[in-house]
């Protein structure tokens, strides 16, 4: 037996899983992490669907139902229902570009990590929110014959936006859609978040839609 938290290399499954830890430390960009996985994204598209789906099952939707990977996407993910709908999820990131690009120059040279991070308004919220569902909402146009519902979760870790000032932006953005449902902005896990309302602790909040 080995000791907890160390590593035994006699040990095929310990040493994997430590394996697969070092190396997605290594790839990993730094900045905003909580919905990163390089080493096989498609683990975190079913994170960020599973607690959509679970944030709708809460609020009293039928959308119980195992999550599959779509493949070849869009979209990304699938929950059959059961009562027999499929539902089809896309997931995309909110995420500041030229920071993670300083983070990773930083990890780059050794640097230690610094405290860097995006400045982010509910203006500029709405402003990406709008743009990354354009984005999806084209991507998504020969998807919707094949499922009942689309939905787009957009996942975030950015630091600066709390709930808060991810309210504010949300409020102030109502895109125009031609084959999206549905649209939400999933802030990564918060202790303080109502369990009820939010089964995985990570704040869901819907996007108003025009068609």
Excluded at 65 to 72: A, D, E, S, T
Aim: charged residues 30%.
């Amino acid at each position: 037996m080995h000791e907890e938290g160390s590593f035994d290399p006699d040990d095929e499954e310990w040493a994997e899983a430590v394996r697969l830890m070092r190396e997605a430390r290594q790839k990993s960009r730094g900045y905003a992490e909580y919905w990163e996985w390089l080493i096989d994204p498609s683990r975190a598209e079913l994170h960020a669907a599973c607690v959509l789906r679970n944030f709708l099952v809460a609020a009293g939707e039928k959308a119980s139902g195992p999550l599959n990977l779509v493949r070849p996407d869009p979209p990304d993910v699938m929950v059959e229902s059961l009562d027999g709908r499929r539902i089809g999820i896309e997931v995309t990131e909110l995420v500041d570009g030229d920071t993670i690009k300083r983070h990773r120059y930083r990890k780059k040279r050794g640097e230690p990590p610094a405290f860097d991070f995006a400045v982010w308004t509910p203006g500029r919220i709405a402003e990406a929110l709008f743009a990354l569902i354009g984005t999806k909402d084209h991507k998504l146009r020969n998807a919707s014959d094949r499922f009942d519902e689309l939905l787009v979760a957009i996942v975030t870790d950015e630091p600066a936006i709390d709930q808060w000032i991810a309210r504010a932006g949300v409020s102030q953005c109502r895109p125009t859609v031609r084959h999206i449902d549905r649209a939400f902005l999933v802030i990564s896990y918060h202790p303080d978040n109502n369990v009820s309302v939010y089964p995985d602790r990570c704040l869901v909040l819907p996007i108003e839609l025009r068609a």
